[in-house]
């Protein structure tokens, strides 16, 4: 499967965005899907992550209350609805797939198998 992320891009403080991450290939099987940013100088962190076929979802602390994961699985399309944007957000965010119905390790990007090229969101002050 190949993911494609979007909709990046410069926002002020308390301001939204949304991301999409398109799927494309092998799509009709099960994946686990998520959301991991990746700030200058820092690790790779988790954001978010949902079930193909459940309404499960799965936040970072950090963003809990703010943002929303959500998927169309009829456009195979993964979403990120970011509200309450902080200066801290800002990040290269990545979406990513693990095969399989439900990834238990979900926080960590090991249990990733494929990974979308990324979209910068930079918040400012």
């Known amino acids: 499967v190949q993911l494609q992320a979007s909709g990046g891009g410069l926002a002020q403080a308390e301001a939204s965005l949304r991301l999409s991450c398109a799927a494309s290939?092998?799509?009709?099987?099960?994946?686990?899907m998520g959301w991991f940013r990746q700030a200058p100088g820092k690790e790779r962190e988790f954001v978010a992550a949902q079930q193909r076929s459940s309404s499960s979802t799965y936040y970072a602390d950090s963003v809990k209350g703010r943002f929303t994961i959500s998927r169309d699985n009829a456009k195979d399309t993964l979403y990120l609805q970011m509200n309450s944007l902080k200066p801290e957000d800002t990040a290269v965010y990545y979406c990513?797939?693990?095969?399989?119905?439900?990834?238990?390790?979900?926080?960590?990007?090991?249990?990733?198998?494929?990974w979308g090229q990324g979209t910068l969101v930079t918040v400012s002050s």
């Open positions: 990513a797939a693990s095969p399989g119905y439900y990834t238990p390790n979900y926080a960590s990007a090991t249990s990733y198998t494929h």
């Open positions: 290939g092998r799509t009709g099987s099960s994946y686990f």
